[in-house]
Nanobody, 117 residues
Framework: QVQLVESGGGLVQAGGSLRLSCAAS????????MGWFRQAPGKEREFVAA????????YYADSVKGRFTISRDNAKNTVYLQMNMLKPEDTAVYSC??????????WGQGTQVTVSS
């Protein structure tokens, strides 16, 4: 089992940047495929980005492609989400998730990102 704790959220003006971190417990972090998701008020949770076990492959939602970058440091058991050129529509609770199978099994509690116009 793995526990995930996000940090780095906050309030930023449109056009600004934030870097989210997700720290994982356990010794087998490198065996987990990691993802970031977000949920805005009144909307369903949506996929943002994902990264493979050793970071060799990354995947992005079209809405964030070119602005967000996902990365991981397996030595630190941490996955990051660098968010640049933020827009008000990026406002949401951002959560990281981990999976070893097809479905994400473990979720963090989330961190709030608010982008003001």
């Amino acid at each position: 089992q793995v526990q995930l704790v996000e940090s780095g959220g906050g309030l930023v003006q449109a056009g600004g940047s934030l870097r989210l971190s997700c720290a994982a417990s356990g010794r087998t972090f490198s065996s987990y495929f990691m993802g970031w998701f977000r949920q805005a008020p009144g909307k369903e949770r949506e996929f943002v980005a994902a990264i493979s076990w050793r970071g060799g492959s990354t995947y992005y939602a079209d809405s964030v492609k070119g602005r967000f970058t996902i990365s991981r440091d397996n030595a630190k058991n941490t996955v990051y989400l660098q968010m640049n050129m933020l827009k008000p529509e990026d406002t949401a609770v951002y959560s990281c998730a981990a999976r070893q199978e097809m479905k994400y099994q473990y979720w963090g509690q989330g961190t709030q990102v608010t982008v003001s116009s």
